[in-house]
């Protein structure tokens, strides 16, 4: 069964810095992206950044130059540093991964999501 476990979430005071872990277990299949979304009350999901699995990188314009993503490909892990966090950061932050799964000998695949359960982010004084 694949699990996707998100940790590392919790209060901070404006200004501050937070690290977000998440680790895939459980899949068979190889990861290709990884990345976190977060979802504010009364707002949509949106993206916080994202890593392919060669390392490329983007991020939302709001948290560019302030957050930064990076993965461990052997363990499934991808880690969100967050820096200079400011009161509109606050959210529930989900981690996604895609897995590339093949469907038949010739190759063919698909890609299907896998979701965290997320992780609270509170960002006050």
């Known amino acids: 069964q694949v699990q996707v476990v998100e940790s590392g979430g919790g209060l901070v005071q404006p200004g501050g810095s937070l690290r977000l872990s998440c680790t895939v277990s459980?899949?068979?299949?190889?990861?290709?992206?990884m990345g976190w979304y977060r979802q504010a009350a009364g707002q949509q999901r949106e993206l916080v950044a994202g890593i392919t699995s060669d390392g490329i990188t983007n991020y939302g314009d709001s948290v560019k130059g302030r957050f930064a993503v990076s993965r461990d490909n052997a363990q499934n892990t991808v880690t969100l540093q967050m820096n200079s966090l400011k009161p509109e950061d606050t959210a529930v932050y989900y981690c996604?991964?895609?897995?590339?799964?093949?469907?038949?000998?010739?190759?063919?695949?698909?890609?299907?999501?896998?979701w965290g359960q997320g992780t609270q982010v509170t960002v006050s004084s």
């Open positions: 459980g899949s068979r299949n190889s990861i290709n992206t």
């Open positions: 996604k991964a895609v897995e590339k799964v093949v469907v038949n000998v010739e190759g063919a695949y698909r890609y299907r999501e896998r």
